[in-house]
């Protein structure tokens, strides 16, 4: 099946950093989302981008299909954005109608 | 805005029991999805469901796991004779079209404690 990978696994950050999150994935794609798992547990859908850039606040998206890679920038980084940072990837030819999550990256941002 | 719901948020169970796993998705959505995350892994898919049946499992769902669509709104996912090695944090999520052209949305998920 797609192999999905993240970078870094771990980040630590001070409080109004920026930082710049990777997604690599083995195989052309459908679908492409990224979610925040906040402290308590649950997923919070970040951005639906399989292909292109898109901007919500301090954060922004951008997918190059036809290179296999995504990256999530979070700007003037705030405690609040602590938690794991999952890319996850629907591909027509090996994961057909479900999407396969990357391993995560863990964010810890620090005032 | 439409979400993806599901109960109970937390729910401890004894070693053997049974459990049901119950989530409401949105409304006019086609496809539905469990999703497991065990402590500290990464979020592993379980199964999906379509058109009243199973369209897709992994090895992970095995005899021990069911799903239902019980009526128009509730799809549920049991787990019979529970395992320690079954706590983990349980997703259920839906896409109106299918996740090859469109994107899911995931519930905030039932965390199961097995003792």
Redesign the interface.
Known sequence: GIQVEQSPPDLILQEGANSTLRCNFSDSVNNLQWFHQNPWGQLINLFYIPSGTKQNGRLSATTVATERYSLLYISSSQTTDSGVYFCAVDSVKTSYDKVIFGPGTSLSVIP | EPEVTQTPSHQVTQMGQEVILRCVPISNHL?F?W?R?ILGQ????LV?F?NNEI??KSEIFDDQFSVERPDGSNFTLKIRSTKLEDSA?Y?CAS?DI?????????G??T?LTVV
């Open positions: 496809y999805y999703y995350q990464k979020v592993e898919f999906s379509y369209s897709e944090m997703f896409s299918g996740t090859s052209n469109t994107e899911a949305f995931f905030q998920g965390r």
